[in-house]
Structure formats: structure tokens, C-alpha cells
């Protein structure tokens, strides 16, 4: 498989959209709302800025959006999300529906930072020094040519809800696991199963080694060099002024955190973990989030009752996601209006299907 797999129609966004009033925006893009009626459907990640999740018919994690729209009838879907997202929209919905990512630089680093070519040169060297004892698994959070790997061999996708359920099911298939892209996700997991910290490997993947003390016989995990540039700028420190400052104050963090702050915080979970429990929290309650900042702010305004602070004051939105603004949203849907496939994301046939392969195994699990 090459980066080629994938292609897509690029252009860039026409400076008269930048250059116009917010209020014509708006205005605009519930007049085109209005009238393509059920042939659009926008879903939006729970990332994105208030100026666009305003006009998503349904709001969620990756996985969930991608599925709510293959339950759509709308010949356009407008993710308002990411790039390897809208890879598992196209993946996931027929070949009737169009997948339309408003901005195409609107990309994952954490994605990015596992590649077909290195994963299949990972895999040679791996299987070189293990044999067959290893199953891949891939966070959802990765592009369609890495769940294709995963799914031609036999492993399957992960999403930080059911990540032990599948860690559980991934030992059961084999002695060993590589765990793509996020090295925190997998390590966080893993620990909770009581695998111990001595039986982890990180596979480097720019130096091509893999990095380990020890017999190579007791490693059982090989976690992916890869993060979220976002969640891994929570640090222990911010935990230890949020206890030192705010003392009633629970601390409830994302996996793809630090080992360290998820040992070190209350809670951990997904997005939707962290939403339900602050959602389910007594009035009076104080919370500090470590995840993304548009999310907490957003559970911030909705939740008044609760006193509700980021673990890290200084963190900044998710700098890819914020590119999917209303400029950008309203010449999407402009485009679409006209029949246009500006900025379709297509996954050409053999890695889809081969990545479904992937996300199919984990959906039997569920």
C-alpha cells in the first residue's frame, strides 16, 4: 500500500469567504441547511469551535459520527471533523454518499505520526525478531491505509472506550500485540489489565529500532512511537498545582494522556466518558479536564452548577481541528449546493475494504 492510496479534490478556500460579515455566514449556511434538507448531513467532532458544532446535526467522537452517517440518506456528508475521520465516513457509507472535509488541511498529527511504509517496514523487522506471535491493533485515530495493514493482518481497530475489551480479545488471538499510532492509549490500557510496565517495547519508527531493556522473549507489548500533540501537554506538574490550589477538585483525564498523569489523576476515560461523568456529577462538584480545549470549554458553558477549570490554564485548542471554520464550512456546503466534490475524501476500493476488515472485528466485539 502507498500514500497514494488515498486521493482527494483540493482546493484552495476563495478569498471572498474570508472577506465576509459572520452574521452572512451564518445566514447562509442554514438558508443552504434549509433547502438541501435531507440530502446533507453535517456531523461534527466534539472538538470543533462553537461557530461550527452550532449547525452539526449530530454531534461525537469519530467512530460514532462515522456510523451515524452511514445511517443517513444524504448523498453529502460535510464532516466537520478530521482527516483520517472523514476517511472512515467514506469507508463506512456506500458508494452513493460523498464525504466532504471543508478544509483538507485539516489533519491528525497523532495519524500522521504512523505511515503505510513505515508500519510495513515495522512489521518485517518485528516479525523478524518475534515470529507470529503478534497481532496489530490501531486506535480509530489513524488513516485507512494503517487500518487496512491492521486489517490484512488479522488485527482490528480500537477506540478509547473499548480498548481493553480488545486488548483482551488481541491477547487471546496471539502472544503479542503492536499497538498503533498512540504509545499512551496502549500503555494506559495495558496497565490496567495488570500487564507490567517491564513487558512494554516502544518501536521507534524514524530510527527503525526498537527500544527495550532487556529479553526480547518478555516483551508482550510494542507500543506505536506515536501521541497527541494535544493530550500529551498535560503534565504532572499541572496536577500537582490543581491539588495544591484546589483541593476538593477531581482530576479526570483522556487516555491518550502521560502514563503519569493518568496514574496520577481520579479518573480516566474517553470523550464521552468525560462528558457522561461531568454530566452526571452533583451540583457543587469541581472538576479539573485534561482534554481538548474547545470541549472543556463548551462542558464549561453547559454545566454552570459545577465549578469545571482546564488541568492545563495554558493548553490551546486543537490547532487542525480549528481549522474547519465558517468560512470554510459555508464554501463547502456553497459547493456541494452545486453538485461540486471540492475537498472529497475517497478511499480507493482495496484499502477500505481491507480497513473495514479491521473496524468490523472490533464492531463484533462490541
Same mark, same amino acid.
Given at each position: ?28 449556511? /442554514? ?32 467512530? +460514532?459520527? *462515522? ?6 440518506? *444524504? ?10 475521520? =472523514?476517511?472512515? =465516513? ?25 505511515? !503505510? ?10 516479525? &523478524?525478531?518475534?515470529? !507470529? ?22 488485527? /482490528? ?57 532487556? @529479553? ?9 512511537? &506515536?501521541?497527541?500533540?494535544?493530550? $500529551? ?7 500537582? +498545582? ?26 480516566? &476515560? ?10 452526571? =456529577? ?11 480545549? @474547545? ?6 458553558? $453547559? ?40 475537498? +472529497?475524501?475517497?478511499? $480507493? ?15 463484533? +466485539?462490541?
Amino acid at each position: 500500500m502507498s500514500i497514494a492510496s488515498l486521493f482527494t479534490t483540493h482546493q484552495q478556500l476563495p478569498n471572498k469567504y474570508q472577506q465576509m460579515d459572520e452574521n452572512e455566514m451564518k445566514e447562509r449556511i /442554514a438558508t443552504i441547511k434549509r433547502q438541501m434538507g435531507h440530502s446533507l448531513f453535517i456531523p461534527g467532532h466534539h472538538y470543533q469551535k462553537d461557530e461550527v458544532i452550532q449547525f452539526a446535526d449530530a454531534r461525537g467522537d469519530s467512530l +460514532q459520527l *462515522a456510523q451515524v452517517s452511514a445511517q443517513q440518506s *444524504a448523498k453529502y456528508i460535510v464532516f466537520c471533523g478530521v482527516h483520517f475521520m =472523514a476517511e472512515t =465516513a467514506d469507508v463506512l457509507t456506500n458508494d452513493q454518499q460523498k464525504v466532504i472535509l471543508p478544509d483538507m488541511r485539516a489533519g491528525c498529527s497523532m495519524a500522521d505520526m504512523a505511515d !503505510d511504509q513505515q508500519t510495513e517496514e515495522a512489521w518485517e523487522t518485528l516479525t &523478524g525478531y518475534f515470529g !507470529d506471535t503478534i497481532l496489530p491493533l490501531t486506535y480509530v485515530n489513524s488513516t485507512a491505509a494503517i487500518k487496512a495493514f491492521v486489517g490484512v493482518h488479522g488485527g /482490528a481497530t480500537v477506540t478509547s472506550s473499548n480498548a481493553k475489551k480488545m486488548v483482551k480479545w488481541a491477547f487471546e488471538q496471539k502472544q503479542r500485540l503492536l499497538f498503533l499510532p498512540d504509545q499512551h492509549l496502549g500503555r494506559n490500557t495495558a496497565v490496567e489489565l495488570g500487564v507490567p510496565l517491564e513487558q512494554m517495547a516502544v518501536w521507534d519508527p524514524i530510527a527503525k529500532q526498537l527500544e527495550y531493556e532487556g @529479553n526480547r522473549e518478555d516483551v508482550r507489548i510494542i507500543l506505536w512511537k &506515536g501521541h497527541c500533540s494535544v493530550h $500529551e501537554n498535560f503534565t504532572v506538574n499541572n496536577i500537582k +498545582q490543581v491539588r495544591e490550589n484546589h483541593p476538593n477538585m477531581n482530576i479526570i483525564v483522556h487516555p491518550e494522556c502521560t502514563y503519569e498523569v493518568v496514574q496520577q489523576s481520579d479518573q480516566s &476515560g474517553s470523550t464521552k466518558y468525560i462528558i457522561e461523568t461531568i454530566k452526571n =456529577a452533583p451540583a457543587g462538584s469541581e472538576w479539573a479536564i485534561g482534554t481538548e480545549m @474547545n470541549l472543556v470549554n463548551r462542558i464549561i458553558k $453547559e454545566h454552570p452548577d459545577k465549578r469545571i477549570i482546564s488541568l492545563n490554564p495554558f493548553m490551546c485548542p486543537c490547532l487542525t481541528m480549528n481549522r474547519i471554520d465558517l468560512p470554510h464550512l459555508l464554501w463547502s456546503l456553497e459547493e456541494v449546493q452545486q453538485n461540486k466534490s471540492t475537498n +472529497q475524501i475517497k478511499v $480507493e476500493n482495496n484499502i477500505a475494504t481491507n480497513a473495514k476488515l479491521a473496524l468490523n472485528r472490533m464492531l463484533s +466485539q462490541s
